[in-house]
Nanobody
């Protein structure tokens, strides 16, 4: 069974940047359909950014203009470049593919 493994989380000051990675444990053929979600304290899990099945990039309203999703089909990996981070971006960031979830990586933004 494919596993999704996230990495790159950590503690950063407001205004800083982080880059998350999510790698599939074996060849999945395409990164289309993969995405990033986050769960912040006291909130429901929400979409951060994703690739549609056609490869279109989609973003949650709160991260538009600050976050960028990218990926590499050959490495079976997607990335999330997060710039201008805010304390409200704090949460556990999860990678998802067709209902399969990674274990999550913690992002903490201090004010």
């Amino acid at each position: 069974q494919v596993r999704l493994v996230e990495s790159g989380g950590g503690l950063v000051q407001a205004g800083g940047s982080l880059r998350l990675s999510c790698a599939a444990s074996r060849n999945i053929g395409s990164i289309n359909g993969m995405g990033w979600y986050r769960q912040s304290p006291g909130k429901e899990r929400e979409l951060v950014a994703s690739f549609s099945l056609g490869g279109t990039m989609n973003y949650g309203d709160s991260v538009k203009g600050r976050f960028t999703i990218s990926g590499d089909h050959y490495k079976n990996t997607i990335y999330l470049q997060m710039n201008s981070l805010k304390p409200e971006d704090t949460g556990v960031y999860y990678c998802e593919r067709f209902g399969l979830w990674g274990q999550g990586t913690q992002v903490t933004v201090s004010s």
